[in-house]
Each structure stands twice: as C-alpha cells, then as structure tokens.
C-alpha cells in the first residue's frame, strides 16, 4: 500500500516531547569527554576528499560529502545526543598510523582495513564489504607509503563486510599461484556461505531496516550505522581461504610478523579471532571489542550469539595479551592507546556481555518473561558512563531478549502465547473490540499528542494490519515510529524506525532492475554442493510437491562426490551417492554451467534450452524443478 506522497508526509520536526527526552539525555553523559576525538584522530596522515570513491563508470559508490551536517558540534533535536557524538566519530576517515609498520584506513566503508608491512610485502586483515573500497584503501596507503606488494590477506571473521572487497586488493591468480595466501578462522567458509545463502533474502530485506541504505543523510533520517557510517556499495567478491588457524591460539611469523591467532568461536561471528602482535604491542580484537554496544542477535536477524563465550574470550585476551599491549584496535572504530587505557576498555566490554548475561539469567530464574527482562534490565551506573559500551549498534532490550531465546528458544512460557492469532486476523478482533477504527484512532491521536509513542506505535500496527488502506492510520503510526527514531540511542533502532515511518508513508521498497539473487555466480563457484541442494529444499512449495516421489542422481564433472536427491512427503533430502538403477534421472554438468544458470534465466529455462544433459526422464527434474518457489525481496513487513 502507498501513501500520497505530499509535503505533510515528509520527515517531521522533533516534538515537543522528543526535544525534552533528548535533552534530558545529554544531562546524563559527559559531553565534555573528547578523548575518543583525540583518539580517532592521532596517527593521521592524510585521506581523499570526503572520502569519496567511484566505480570504473563514474557512478558514486562512498560519498561522505552527505554527512557534512554532522560538522555541528551540537546535537539537533531529532538526534540522541550521544548517538550525534558517535556520528561524528565515525565520519573521521583516511589513513592513520597505529604504531611502526602497522596503519589502518577509516571511513572507506562501515569496516577498518589494517594492513601490516612485513618483510617483504603487506598483511591486509579484512579487506571491506566491497572491491572499489578496498582497492582506494590500498592505493591510499601507498600513496603514502610506498609500492609494497600483498603478500597476506586475513579475514577475521565471517561477516561480508571483512571479506567482500578481497578482489579489490589481490587476484584470484596470485592466491591460487602462491603468491598470497589467505588465512581464516576454522569454519570461515560454511559460516560466511551459510549466513548469506539460506536465510539471505529476509535478512537482506530486514537489512534494509537494519542500516537505512534507503534513508536519504540527514538529521531526520540516516545518521550513523553505529559500527560505521553505512555498508560499502560496490562489487563483491570472495577468495576462499588459503590456511585455516584450527588450534584455540596458534602462534606464526608471517613475513617476518609474529602472530598469535586466537579463535573466538560463536561470539560476534560464527567464525571469528583475535589477534595479538608482539614485537608491536598490539592487540586487534577483530570485532568482539568495538565502541559500541554489539548485538548478540541483529535485528536483520542472524543465529543467536553467546554472549557466555564472547565474555570469555575477552578475559582470555585480557589475561593473556594485556600485560604486553600498549594499544588495542579492532576492526571497527579507532583505537584505544596506553596499557591502563586498553585495560579498562578490555575489562569493561568484557563485563558488559557477562552482565547481560548473568542477568537475564538471574531474572528468568524469577519468572520474568523476555519483555519483562528488557524492560527492568539496566547497566550499573560504573559501566553506562564509558562510551564504549553505550547501544550505538546493539540495544539492551533487544540483547537481553537474545540471551532469553539462547537458552529458552522463542515461547516465554506463558500458554496464552503458545498459539496466537497471526497479526492480520488478531488485528480485526482487536480494532472490534476496541470498538472500531475511528474509535481506536482518536485514541491514539490524544496519546500521540501526550508523547506515549511506543504505545502509539502498537495500536496504529492493529490498524494498519485491519485495513492497510487506512491512510490516517498509516500517518499516525509512521509519525509516532519518527519520533521513537530520532530518541533512539541504538542507531539501528534509529533507522529501523525512520525506514518504517517511510514504507508505511510510500510503500515498501522495489528492488532496481538488474538486483542480484541471493546465489550470484561467484557464491557458486565456492558453494559446497551440500549447502546448494539445502537452497533448493528450502524453495520447495509443499503443497506443489504433495504426492511427488522423486529420486534423482547430481553429477557435477571434475568434482568427486556424486549426490542423489530424494523428494519425499514434500521434504527434499540429499546425500553422497547414488540412486542406483531406481533413479528416474541423472543430472551432469559443471561448475561453470551451473554458475551460468543461476546467473542467468534460470533452471526451468535452461532445461528448456537443452543446457542441463538428462539421462533417464527430464520429466523427473522438470517435475522437482515446477515445485520451486521464487521470492519477493521486498516483501511486506508492516503491512498484511
């Protein structure tokens, strides 16, 4: 459903409610506090106007020219004050130095890329979301430092954003020749494929709500992504690992560099390691350690983190690395320098996902639900001053409900929610017993007027699920989520909100023409077969293959594993090897006309091109292939 898209529509100021709540929370933090400004700034040593980097046909991928507002010191009312000062912060960009043989580029992409002089050449650690930005941060760096050749890359973790720019800095001919080697924790590639191939399209369309890509900058709008300023536009790519860090810490001279991995499994990232460097006094804490607050679940969505395990290894890395530390980075946000510096850093974030923890426990063993939880949960007042730890990209309420459901899966145990009404017929019985939309629409316009938005955003949410076509409905609540953004401390709470008002004001979103699927033909030439017949099980419509019995043997050629595919009961299971004389057809082709059909029109019209070799019956695949289903990327989410 779409809105007019008149003036009345548009970002509104902050009310008179919003500017006092906002207010207020500028009276409770120490403003006055610009250690971090020093430290996002020392080492500097020069950058590209506003950081701006284009694609080889002109078009602007990274413009930081946007966020000139953010040059105001003092905050506007429709931003919280303390996530204005972390904006800030984050718009300082270009190359610094950490220590001797050791920089790192800021602000080309919501990620750091560090790169370290060996020997003989560079180690890169994490090079950005995409291509364009990793190759204009190398050519910084050697702008003013010289040619040296790459001679390492590492990805410390799983996450797209420390990996999909590796083509931006080295060829896939040079890692495959020896020339550069990649390392990676145990279980980097299941876990960076996995994350972004069975559940990519609602975590790319609740992304959206996530970073704002769609929010235009600006005081009303997008601001900051907390761990950055937004996610790198540009081209992705991906080099599988070359050398695998498997021991709980592993100790390496790369090009002359001592390294001590040490793997931090299931806490940010499903694959994740720290890393400490000797000879420089150096501790890289990957991105278990940042300025901010992180999630234990984002609100993209993602498998539920350990808060437990993520407490453990930073007291690991304390104990262990601390003593010999005179500045710990990481691969977001700037450093923190000076060994008492950095152990009070360590010590608190350490703290903070231990608290979160031990807590929610503590008030589940008192019966209190998940909502229950996020709403008395508070930090102690010793941690809630350090800026580190304030919700910039995670939220409190949000975490502590993510430990909930680690532990006790979605159902708080109450049996009125075992088995709810879905929203949209809930929403009638709701709206009729409140006695009709004009009704619950007064009433909600004198609680909007009295500044109780959260409850606002609640019954308008009835209302628009009773009738999408309520337009004064779809007004009151994307005014009442405005206001929620702009006191919004978490900036993805920020911008989820902001992304709400606007979808409910004009519609969802329509992906531009040419948007690629979630399986590109680069994810294809590193998908484990397993993963890719995982993707076809979950596109089975059950209903399309009720009452199909299918057996079909997958030959890949070149490759040595042969798969046989079994529909059953509408569940489409496979295995390593072979049907047999029972199967109804055997599939062969290679890798390349496997990557070219998923980057092109697709199965059912490359069966009918005769680009898929069948022996036995092409009705059997014809058959698998008719119960498949295709997705809406912009699917509805706050409306039916």
Not at 184 to 205: Q, S, W
Not at 223 to 252: C, F, N, Y
Not at 309 to 324: E, G, M, P, R
Request: proline fraction near 7%; include cysteine.
């Amino acid at each position: 459903m779409t809105a007019p898209q008149d003036p009345t529509s548009m970002p509104k100021p902050a009310s008179a409610y919003t500017c006092r709540a906002n207010a207020a929370q500028a009276a409770r933090l120490d403003f006055a506090d610009a250690a971090c400004f020093e430290e996002a700034q020392r080492g500097f040593i020069g950058s590209i106007p506003d950081a701006r980097i284009t694609a080889p046909d002109g078009r602007v991928l990274w413009d930081l020219s946007a966020f000139a507002f953010l040059e105001n010191i003092e905050s506007p009312d429709s931003v919280h004050p303390s996530l204005w000062r972390q904006a800030r912060l984050n718009r300082i960009h270009g190359l610094f130095q950490v220590c001797e043989r050791m920089y790192q580029v800021r602000g080309f992409d919501i990620a750091n890329i560090t790169l370290i002089e060996g020997d003989t050449g560079l180690i890169l650690i994490d090079p950005l979301t995409v291509c364009e930005a990793a190759a204009a941060a190398l050519a910084l760096y050697r702008q003013h430092r010289g040619d040296r050749p790459v001679h390492t890359v590492i990805y410390s973790h799983s996450h797209a954003d420390h990996y999909g720019g590796v083509e931006g800095v080295v060829t896939p001919e040079q890692v495959a020749s020896g020339k550069v080697q990649v390392i990676a924790p145990a279980g980097f590639m299941d876990a960076a494929i996995a994350e972004n191939v069975l559940a990519g399209i609602p975590m790319r369309r609740r992304g959206l709500f996530q970073f704002g890509p769609t929010l235009a900058a600006g005081v009303r709008q997008h601001v900051d992504s907390g761990l950055g300023k937004a996610m790198g536009r540009g081209t992705q790519s991906l080099i599988a690992p070359t050398w695998s860090i498997e021991q709980p810490v592993e100790r390496h001279t790369i090009d002359g560099v001592e390294i001590v991995f040490q793997l931090t499994p299931e806490t940010e990232a499903p694959a994740e390691m720290n890393f400490h460097f000797p000879q420089f006094k150096v501790l890289n804490l990957a991105e278990n350690g940042c300025h901010t607050m992180h999630n234990l679940c984002p609100i993209r969505g993602a498998k539920t983190r350990d808060s437990l395990a993520w407490s453990k290894y930073l007291d690991a890395a304390l104990n262990d690395f601390i003593d010999d530390t005179d500045v710990v980075i990481a691969q977001h946000h700037w450093p923190t320098w000076g060994r008492e510096r950095a152990r009070k850093f360590l010590i608190e974030q350490r703290d903070l996902y231990r608290l979160m923890h031990d807590q929610t426990l503590r008030l589940m063993s008192h019966g209190l639900t998940p909502h229950e939880i996020a709403e008395t949960f508070r930090l102690p007042a010793s941690l809630e001053q350090s800026w580190h730890v304030r919700p910039y990209y995670g939220a409190i309420a949000h975490n502590v409900r993510a430990v909930y459901a680690h532990y006790m899966g979605p159902y708080d145990g109450n049996p009125v929610n075992l088995d709810p009404l879905a929203p949209q017929p809930a929403a009638l019985k709701y709206i009729e017993y409140m006695g009709g939309a004009e009704a619950v629409l007064a009433r909600a316009q004198a609680d909007f007027d009295a500044g109780h938005y959260r409850w606002v955003v609640q019954v308008t949410h009835h209302l628009v699920f009773a009738d999408p076509t309520n337009q004064r409905a779809r007004q009151l609540a994307a005014d009442a989520m405005e206001q929620l953004a702009y006191q919004s401390e978490s900036s993805t709470w920020r911008n989820a909100y902001a992304l709400g008002a606007k979808e409910l004001r004009f519609g969802a979103p329509k992906p531009p023409p040419g948007t690629p699927g979630i399986i590109t033909p680069k994810v294809v030439a590193m998908l484990p077969m397993g993963m890719f017949f995982d993707f076809l099980a979950m596109r089975v419509n059950a209903d399309k293959a009720e009452g199909l019995q299918l057996r079909i043997d997958w030959v890949m050629e070149g490759e040595p594993d042969r798969w046989k595919l079994t529909l059953s009961h509408s569940a489409l299971s496979h295995a390593v090897g072979s049907h047999g004389a029972a199967a109804m057809a055997t599939v062969r082709m290679s890798r390349a006309t496997l990557a070219g059909i998923v980057g092109g029109a697709g199965f059912a019209a490359a069966l009918q091109q005769g680009q898929i070799p069948i022996e036995g019956d092409p009705q059997a695949l014809r058959q698998l292939l008719g119960t498949l289903d295709s997705f809406n990327p912009s699917f509805n989410i706050l409306e039916p």
